[in-house]
């Protein structure tokens, strides 16, 4: 054998001296789909619960979870540019200076806490994932209304104009411009 022979290998069989019989594998699998465990398909079957594990595993029936249909994803994605947009905005903190990773500088380095933070306002297009985004002061209805402008009116310039604007943020947009109006 030589080189050759020194080399890991698997030690399982090239092939069974025995196979499992297809009827029996047939009424393993019909047995899992009737909800069955394994250790009552193996008295049913005759066979030993490690074969029944094994033909189950083949058969990508072993877990309780696979023998239940998946969902299928509902997407609202749309078709067409312009048709809906996705609003959102991201707080992030604001440098006084450059960090220690890049001066290599330890010293000082809580010297520049509370500076503040930044917004960025993001826009983006449900069909083509085109976006748009503006670095705002703040995350109130004063910065997202003049945002909302901006984006409407670029996104205006490439594609037809906005039909629907989606945001987790709409009520606080909405309710800051509207007036109180008791009915």
Not at 51 to 56: A, G, K, P, Q
Request: hydrophobic share 35%.
């Amino acid at each position: 054998m030589g080189l050759p022979g020194l080399e890991d290998r698997s030690s399982r069989p090239h092939r069974l001296r025995k196979p499992t019989p297809p009827a029996v594998v047939e009424q393993i699998i019909a047995s899992r789909r009737q909800r069955l465990v394994g250790k009552q398909i193996a008295q049913e079957a005759g066979v030993s619960r490690s074969t029944v594990s094994r033909i189950l595993r083949a058969a990508k029936l072993s877990r309780a979870k696979d023998l239940q249909p998946q969902e299928p994803i509902i997407r609202y994605e749309r078709e067409t540019p312009g048709d809906l947009i996705h609003l959102d905005i991201k707080k992030l903190g604001r440098f006084e200076k450059v960090g220690h990773r890049i001066t290599g500088d330890r010293t000082g380095q809580s010297n520049s806490r509370g500076v503040g933070w930044e917004f960025v306002h993001v826009c983006i297009d449900d069909a083509s994932r085109l976006a748009f985004s503006q670095i705002m002061q703040d995350e109130t209805a004063h910065s997202s209304v003049p945002f909302l402008k901006a984006a409407v009116a670029y996104y205006a310039s490439l594609a037809p104009p906005i039909q629907l604007a989606s945001t987790t943020r709409q009520l606080k947009i909405i309710a800051a411009h509207q007036p109180y109006r008791p009915r």
